[in-house]
Nanobody, 125 residues
C-alpha cells in the first residue's frame, strides 16, 4: 500500500508563489507517473500537471503552462509543484496522485490508483 501526503498549501496574494510537496510512504515507491490535480469549489477535479517517475517527462494543462513547474526527488519519494504568478482561478484543493501502471493517457483521474488527502491553496485578489 502507498500513502501520499501533500503539504505546502496556504493563503497567498495574486501574483505570489507557493511550493507544494507530495511525499510517498509505505511500500517501495516506483510509480509510472505522479500527477497533481485540483478541485475548485463547485467544480470537478481537474488535471494540472504530471511527471513520469523514470524519465522525468512532464505535461501541463494549458492554464498553468509557464507558471507551474512539476519536479521530483526520487531519493525522497517526493514530487513538487512550484506555482508562481498565482491567480484567483488557481484557488482549489490540490491533490497528488500516483499511477503504478503505464497510462494510455495521463489526464483522466481514473488512471491513478493512489491519492493524497489534498492541500488547500487560496489566492486572494
Amino acid at each position: 500500500q502507498v500513502q501520499l501526503a501533500e503539504s505546502g498549501g496556504g493563503l497567498v496574494q495574486a501574483g505570489g508563489s507557493l511550493r507544494l510537496s507530495c511525499t510517498a510512504s509505505g511500500r517501495t515507491f516506483s510509480p509510472y507517473a505522479v500527477a497533481w490535480f485540483r478541485q475548485a469549489p463547485g467544480k470537478e477535479r481537474e488535471f494540472t500537471a504530471v511527471i513520469s517517475w523514470g524519465g522525468g517527462h512532464t505535461y501541463y494543462t494549458d492554464s498553468v503552462k509557464g507558471r507551474f513547474t512539476i519536479s521530483k526527488d526520487n531519493a525522497k519519494n517526493t514530487v513538487f509543484l512550484e506555482m508562481s504568478s498565482l491567480e484567483s482561478d488557481d484557488t482549489a484543493i490540490y491533490y497528488c496522485a500516483a499511477a503504478l501502471r503505464p497510462l494510455p493517457t495521463v489526464v483522466p483521474a481514473g488512471g491513478y490508483e493512489y491519492w493524497g488527502q489534498g492541500t488547500q491553496v487560496a489566492v486572494s485578489p
